[in-house]
């Protein structure tokens, strides 16, 4: 079993940066993938970005390739998702997600581990 805490939302400006962190307790973090999800007001749960038990794969939502970067810090039980050139649309609360592999890393219902969310808002 692993718990998450997701950390690091706030209320930003458009264009502005933000680091979400999301820490691990429990079971090794190594051997979970880890996936950030969104959701916004009325709005489904969408997939963001994922990254490998090594931090070596990766993946992105084609509305954030280019802005956001997931990485990871296996020695600090930690996955961060970098969030650059912020847009309005961009606002949802962020959620952290664990599997233990990377198949399906987009389909939020695969996953088992979630943390509470984060907020993000993007004025504009």
């Known amino acids: 079993q692993i718990q998450l805490e997701e950390s690091g939302g706030a209320l930003v400006q458009a264009g502005g940066s933000l680091r979400l962190s999301c820490a691990a307790f429990?079971?090794?973090?190594?051997?979970?993938?880890m996936v950030w999800f969104r959701q916004a007001p009325g709005k489904a749960r969408e997939f963001v970005s994922a990254i490998g038990y090594r931090g070596r794969t990766t993946f992105y939502a084609d509305s954030v390739k280019g802005r956001f970067t997931i990485s990871r810090d296996n020695s600090k039980n930690t996955v961060y998702l970098q969030l650059n050139s912020l847009k309005p649309e961009d606002t949802a609360v962020y959620y952290c997600?664990?599997?233990?592999?990377?198949?399906?890393?987009?389909?939020?219902?695969?996953?088992?581990?979630w943390g509470q969310g984060t907020q993000v808002t993007v004025s504009g």
């Open positions: 429990g079971r090794s973090f190594g051997s979970y993938a």
């Open positions: 997600a664990a599997k233990t592999d990377l198949t399906h890393y987009d389909e939020s219902h695969y996953f088992k581990y």
